[in-house]
């Protein structure tokens, strides 16, 4: 699916017996994956593909978000 330049590569999985993966309002599906065009911040005037996800932790079982640029893999932006 895409809208503008954001595309929905996998919407992933649903956890519901973790309740580390959702709450009354949000859900954090394990596989989600999405790309979106933007502007690289290593190279101005140059326009990038950023990927973000959704995987998880094995040791704790939470969700980890990820984004990268692809002028910028080295750089990966980890939160939890």
Same mark, same amino acid.
């Given at each position: ?9 996998? #919407?992933? *999985?649903?956890? !519901?017996?973790? @309740?580390? #993966?959702?709450? /009354?309002?949000?859900?954090? !599906? ?9 502007? *690289?911040?290593?190279? !101005? ?10 995987? /998880? ?18 750089? @990966?932006?980890?939160? /939890?």
């Amino acid at each position: 699916i895409q809208r503008g330049s954001l595309q929905v590569l996998s #919407f992933g *999985s649903i956890v !519901p017996h973790s @309740l580390n #993966f959702h709450s /009354e309002r949000l859900i954090f !599906p394990v596989g989600f994956r999405a790309i979106r065009l933007f502007w *690289s911040y290593k190279m !101005p005037g140059k326009v990038v593909c950023y990927t973000c996800s959704i995987v /998880e932790r094995t040791e704790d079982n939470k969700p980890v978000f990820t984004v990268f640029a692809e002028d910028d893999r080295e750089n @990966l932006v980890v939160s /939890e």
